[in-house]
C-alpha cells in the first residue's frame, strides 16, 4: 500500500460555484484526508490517501465539475506525506490575484422552486440564491471571492443562513450572498421624490399593479437599474421613449416564460437553450406577426426577449403575466444607475416609480444581448452572464491594458494567457461615460492586482480613450482599428496566422489618414498588409454623415456620376433635402471643402438606404443600415450587381461605377426595395468570395460592427464554405467595436 501526499492547484471558473464543498465530498468519498482552500490564484487542494484513491480524485476533478465551474488547468505535485487526519475547508488565503471572477448567474431551479414554497422560508424572497445561482461580479469589491469582500459584507447571517452557509451537506454552502427575509437585504417600493410607499412582498405585488395601470417602474436589478412598463401599450412606450429621449432605437422585452416567448416569436432549439442559460441574456428572435406594440422595435422584425433572471424579476414577473420592456435606467447613452439615490435623482423624471433594495452595486454591468448566427450563440453586447470571463491566448508574456474604441467601448487587461475583457461600457463622449470608463480602468487593475506594462489605444487621437492613454505613464502602442477587428476574432477562435481578415464596420482611422471600414486585411505573424478595400468616396459634413445616411449617398453618387447624378431621378435622396442644403453639400463635394474619404461599407449601406429611400437620417446608430438588412426579409434570389476589381500595385480596389449603374436602373425599373437589398447584400458577399480567391488564404476571418447582419454573415460563411476556405466569425466577443480592446492586446503582444 502506497499513502501519497498531492498538491493541486485548479484554475479557471472554480470560486463562487460551489467548487470547495464539492470538492470536499468528493475527498470524503475517496477516503481522502487534507485541505482545499480558495486563494487568489484559483482553488488549492491538498490530498492525501491511497495511490489509487489519489488517482481516483484527481480523475474526477477533471471530469465531473460541479454546475458552472470550469477547470481550465490543473497543476500537481507531489509532497512528503503529512498524515492529515480529515478533509477540510481551510480559510482563504490571499495572495496573487489572477483567479477568475465569475459573472452573475440567472437563478437556478432549485432556488426558483423554493420562492414558490409557501412553506419555505424564502417562500417570495427576492434576493434567494445558492452556490449555483445569484449574484457575484456585480457584488465583488476584491479578491477572493468571500463575504467580507462583497457588497454583501453588511448583512450578518442569521443563525438559519449560517448553519446552511457551514453545511458541507447544504446547496448554500459557502454561498457567499447567502441571505433570507430574516438577515439579509429587503425591498421597497418608492415614488419619484424617493418617499417609501411599500415594503417587501407587497412592494413588489404593487409595482406590478402600477405596471399594468401603465406608469414607468425602475428596478433596481443584478447589474443596475432598468426601466419598465408594459410593453402592449403604446402609449406607456410611447411615454417612455419621449422621457428617455430615445426616439427610435428598439427596446428589449421580458417575457414571465419560455412558452410565452414561443407564442411571440419564434424560438429554435440555440434559442431556447441561450434565452435559458445560466447567463440568460437578451436573445434577439424572429417576432411572430405583432407581439407587442409596434412602437417597441419600429420596422424591425427581430425582438430583444429576456427571461426573469433574478427571484425579484421573477416574483415581479408571476405578478404582471405580460410581456414588459426592460430597458437599461440611463438617460441617452449614459451608463445604467447602479445606486438609488442616483436613480432618482437622474431618472426622477423619467421613472413615476423606483422598486429598490439595499444590496449594493459594485459595478454596472448591463444585460448582455446575444443572437444566433449559423446556429451558434454569437455576442453582440457582452455584460451580465459573461463578463469579466477571459479569453485565453498563447503569449503569456507582457501585460497589457487596452482601452478599446470610442462606441461601445471595453477594456481589456491581460495576465499571462488570460484576457480580461471588460463589462460593455458604452460609448464614450458623455461626462458621465467617461467617468465610467475611467472607473472601470481602476476597478479593472485594482481587482486583479495587475500593473500593466503597456497601454494599448486605437490610433484614432481624438478618441477619449486614446486621450486617456496619453496620460498614462507606460509605454504607449497605438493600434490600427480594424487590425484590432480582425485579431480579436482571431483570439475568439484562437486561429493564427496567416488569415484574411475581412474588417467591415461605420469607421476607423486608417494608416493613411483617411477613414477605413471596407476593408481586406492579411494578418500576418506581426503585422498586416492592406491587400483590397472599396474605392474611397466623400462624406459631405463629416461627423453628421454618420447620422446623416443621405450624405453617404450624395457622396457616393458624386464620385460615380459627378454633377450627372442629378440625372439619376429615380434616386430618393435627393428629394429629402431643402434646395439651399443640397446646394450647399454639393458644394462641399466640388470643391472639397468639410468632406472625409471613406471606403467604409457601413457607409455604402447608408448610402444605398438612402439612395432606395429606406432611411435618410439614423435616429439612432446604424438605423440606415439595419433597414437595408431587414427590407430584403422575405425575398430570395441569388443574383447579385456587377463590380469591379482595378488592381493597383497589388492592391484591389472595389470600384462603384457598375454596381450603381444597374442598381439605379432597378431602382427605375420599380423593382421592390427588398429586391434590389438583397442583390445589394450578395455583390457584397460576391466581393467577399472573388478576393478571397485572389488572395488565397484558406482562413477567412469576418470581424466589424458591419457582420452584426445576420444575412450578409451567414451568407458569406456559406459562399466562402462552398469554395473551401476555412470561415471564422465572432462568438464569445462582439464582432462591434465591443471587442477592440481584446484585439488590441494582441496587437501590442504582437510587438512586444
Ligand atoms: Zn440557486
Ligand atoms: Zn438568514
Ligand atoms: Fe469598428
Known amino acids: 500500500m502506497t499513502t501519497l501526499r498531492v498538491h493541486l492547484k485548479v ?22 484526508n487534507g485541505w482545499v482552500c480558495n486563494t487568489s490564484e484559483g482553488v488549492v ?39 492529515y487526519k480529515s478533509f477540510e475547508i481551510k480559510e482563504s488565503i490571499i495572495g496573487e490575484k489572477t483567479a477568475l471572477i465569475m459573472p452573475d448567474i440567472a437563478m437556478c431551479e432549485e432556488c426558483k422552486k423554493e420562492i414558490q414554497d409557501t412553506a419555505n422560508r424564502r417562500y417570495k424572497y427576492p434576493f434567494t440564491n445558492c452556490t449555483h445561482c445569484g449574484p457575484r461580479y456585480s457584488i465583488i469589491k476584491t479578491l477572493p471571492y468571500d463575504r ?18 457551514n453545511d458541507p451537506d447544504n446547496r448554500r454552502f459557502h454561498a457567499q450572498p447567502n441571505a433570507c427575509p430574516v438577515c439579509g437585504p429587503s425591498i421597497e417600493l418608492c415614488d419619484n421624490k424617493g418617499e417609501i410607499i411599500g415594503k417587501t412582498v407587497t412592494a413588489i405585488k404593487m409595482a406590478a399593479s402600477l405596471i399594468k395601470e401603465g406608469n414607468i417602474v425602475a428596478i433596481k436589478g443584478l447589474g443596475g437599474f432598468q426601466l419598465m412598463t408594459d410593453a402592449r401599450d403604446a402609449v406607456a412606450v410611447e411615454r417612455l421613449r419621449v422621457r428617455k429621449n430615445r426616439e427610435a432605437k428598439p427596446f428589449a422585452v421580458m417575457y414571465y416564460d419560455i412558452d410565452e416567448v414561443k407564442k411571440a416569436c419564434s424560438v429554435s432549439q ?27 422595435a419600429p420596422g424591425n422584425p427581430y425582438l430583444g426577449v429576456m427571461l426573469p433572471y433574478t427571484p425579484l424579476h421573477f416574483i415581479l414577473m408571476q405578478n404582471l403575466k405580460i410581456p414588459v420592456v426592460a430597458t437599461s435606467g440611463n438617460l441617452s447613452e449614459d451608463p445604467i444607475c447602479i445606486d438609488e439615490w442616483e436613480a432618482i435623482e437622474d431618472l426622477g423624471n423619467v421613472a413615476d416609480y423606483f ?93 486583479y492586482e495587475e500593473k500593466p506594462e503597456v497601454v494599448a489605444f486605437d490610433k484614432h487621437p481624438d478618441y477619449v480613450s486614446s486621450k486617456f492613454a496619453e496620460g498614462l505613464e507606460l509605454p504607449k502602442i497605438s493600434v490600427q482599428h480594424h487590425y484590432a477587428h480582425i485579431l480579436s476574432c482571431m483570439a475568439d477562435n484562437q486561429i493564427s496566422s496567416p488569415v484574411l481578415g475581412i474588417s467591415w464596420d461605420g469607421a476607423g482611422l486608417g494608416d493613411d489618414g483617411t477613414l477605413w471600414g471596407g476593408e481586406f486585411l492579411i494578418i500576418n505573424d506581426n503585422s498586416f498588409d492592406r491587400v483590397a478595400y ?26 460615380v456620376f459627378g454633377d450627372k447624378m442629378f440625372d ?22 466640388e470643391n472639397i471643402i468639410n468632406t472625409s474619404n471613406t471606403s467604409s461599407v457601413g457607409r455604402l449601406f ?147
Request: net charge negative.
Open 606 to 752: 447608408d448610402a444605398v438606404s438612402s439612395m432606395i429611400g429606406l432611411c435618410h437620417n439614423s435616429k439612432y446608430e446604424g438605423q440606415a443600415a439595419m433597414q437595408l438588412e431587414f427590407a430584403a426579409q422575405g425575398y430570395k434570389t441569388d443574383e447579385f450587381y456587377p463590380y469591379e476589381l482595378h488592381d493597383n500595385d497589388n492592391v484591389l480596389i472595389i470600384k462603384y461605377n457598375k454596381f450603381l449603374e444597374s442598381l439605379i436602373s432597378d431602382l427605375e425599373e420599380g423593382c421592390a426595395t427588398g429586391m434590389i437589398s438583397l442583390k445589394f447584400h450578395n455583390t457584397l458577399v460576391e466581393i467577399i468570395v472573388d478576393i478571397a480567391k485572389t488572395v488565397n488564404i484558406d482562413k477567412v476571418a469576418l470581424s466589424g460592427g458591419c457582420f452584426q447582419n445576420k444575412y450578409l454573415t451567414e451568407r458569406a460563411i456559406d459562399r466562402l464554405t462552398t469554395e473551401n476556405f476555412k470561415v471564422y466569425w465572432h462568438q464569445r466577443v462582439p464582432p462591434n467595436d465591443g471587442g477592440i480592446s481584446l484585439g488590441q492586446v494582441l496587437a501590442a503582444k504582437r510587438e512586444k
Open 568 to 589: 439619376k431621378k429615380s434616386v430618393k435622396t435627393f428629394n429629402s433635402f431643402e434646395p439651399v442644403e443640397l446646394k450647399n453639400i454639393c458644394q462641399m463635394l
Open 11 to 32: 484554475k479557471g471558473t472554480v470560486q463562487g460555484v460551489g467548487f470547495r464543498p464539492y470538492i470536499h465530498n468528493m475527498a470524503k468519498d475517496c477516503g481522502l
Open 45 to 83: 487542494i491538498e490530498a492525501e490517501g491511497e495511490k489509487n484513491d489519489i488517482e481516483d480524485f484527481i480523475y474526477r476533478i477533471d471530469k465531473e465539475n460541479p454546475v458552472h465551474s470550469n477547470v481550465q488547468s490543473l497543476e500537481l505535485i507531489f509532497l512528503e506525506v503529512v498524515g
Open 148 to 165: 467580507k469582500n462583497t457588497t454583501m459584507s453588511a448583512f450578518v447571517m442569521c443563525d438559519d443562513c449560517d448553519k446552511e452557509y
Open 534 to 559: 472599396f474605392d474611397p468616396f466623400s462624406l459631405p459634413g463629416g461627423e453628421i454623415a454618420i447620422k446623416e445616411a443621405r450624405r453617404s449617398a450624395l457622396g457616393l453618387l458624386y464620385k
Open 355 to 447: 422598486l429598490i433594495h439595499d444590496r449594493p452595486i459594485a459595478r454596472h454591468v448591463d444585460d448582455s444581448i446575444v443572437r444566433e448566427i449559423k446556429g451558434k450563440e454569437q455576442i453582440l453586447r457582452r455584460a451580465r452572464g459573461y463578463a469579466p470571463l477571459p479569453i485565453f491566448i498563447e503569449d503569456g508574456k507582457t501585460s497589457v491594458i487596452a482601452l478599446g474604441s470610442h462606441l461601445k467601448n471595453t477594456v481589456s487587461v491581460s495576465h499571462g494567457s488570460n484576457v480580461f475583457i471588460s463589462q460593455h461600457i458604452g460609448d464614450l463622449g458623455s461626462q458621465k461615460s467617461n467617468e465610467a470608463f475611467g472607473k472601470t480602468i481602476d476597478d479593472f487593475i485594482g481587482i
Open 270 to 296: 440555440v434559442e431556447e437553450q441561450i434565452l435559458c442559460s445560466a447567463q440568460s441574456p437578451i436573445v434577439l428572435l424572429m417576432k411572430k406577426g405583432h407581439p407587442v406594440a409596434a412602437n417597441i
